[in-house]
Nanobody, 121 residues
Framework: QVQLVESGGGLVQPGGSLRLSCAAS????????MGWYRQAPGKQRELVAT???????NYADSVKGRFTISRDNAKSTVFLQMNSLNSEDTAVYYC???????????????WGKGTLVTVSS
């Protein structure tokens, strides 16, 4: 059974920084693409950033230049460094990963339970 567990959320003032982490655990062969999504109150879940196993990245326009996604394949972990935070970044942030598990020919889509980021003075 594969699990994704996020950490690092919390309350931060406008202009501040936070670093989110998400670690995968359980029985699997390989993690392909990993990413972060967020859902603000009353809004749909949206893409924040993704990163391939080889390190290619993709960002939402709203976070380009402020957020950086990275990963440690040896530790099955993905990170999101968030700088210059503003109130519009307030949301629950979810980790996502496509993971190759035993008994399946292709990778499977997994989600963490989310971590709350609140940007407020």
């Amino acid at each position: 059974q594969v699990q994704l567990v996020e950490s690092g959320g919390g309350l931060v003032q406008p202009g501040g920084s936070l670093r989110l982490s998400c670690a995968a655990s359980g029985s699997f062969f390989r993690i392909n693409s990993m990413g972060w999504y967020r859902q603000a109150p009353g809004k749909q879940r949206e893409l924040v950033a993704t990163i391939t196993r080889g390190g290619s990245t993709n960002y939402a326009d709203s976070v380009k230049g402020r957020f950086t996604i990275s990963r440690d394949n040896a530790k099955s972990t993905v990170f999101l460094q968030m700088n210059s935070l503003n109130s519009e970044d307030t949301a629950v942030y979810y980790c996502n990963a496509y993971i190759v598990v035993p008994s399946y020919a292709t990778d499977m889509d997994y989600w963490g339970k989310g971590t709350l980021v609140t940007v407020s003075s």
